[in-house]
Nanobody, 114 residues
């Protein structure tokens, strides 16, 4: 699949954003889908995972604030981000894994001002 992320922007601390990642191609429901983020000078961090079995997993830093979801009908995953903090500022990237396939979309910038 090819992945296209969108929804980033500038928001004040405490605000919300919803990121979307649209997948082209077939068999989307068989893919484990992830959101990563990378801030300047920092390592890429796994933020949230939506498994093909319907499980959702989160980094400790975003638990209780972020929610990952997926729509098989729209071949899209979402990341609802609430109560955003300045430390959430990063480029957010969507990623899909199925078998030996490991596909990345382009990033979308999220900037949280204090």
């Amino acid at each position: 699949v090819q992945l296209q992320a969108s929804g980033g922007g500038l928001v004040q601390a405490g605000g919300s954003l919803r990121l979307s990642c649209a997948a082209s191609g077939s068999l989307f429901s068989f893919w484990d889908m992830n959101w990563y983020r990378q801030a300047p000078g920092k390592q890429r961090e796994l933020v949230a995972t939506s498994t093909r079995d319907g499980d959702a997993r989160y980094a400790d830093s975003v638990k209780g604030r972020f929610t990952i979801s997926r729509s098989s009908a729209k071949n899209t995953i979402y990341l609802q981000m609430n109560n955003l903090k300045p430390e959430d500022t990063a480029v957010y990237l969507c990623n899909g894994r199925f078998g030996v396939n490991n596909n990345w979309g382009q990033g979308t910038q999220v900037t949280v001002s204090s």
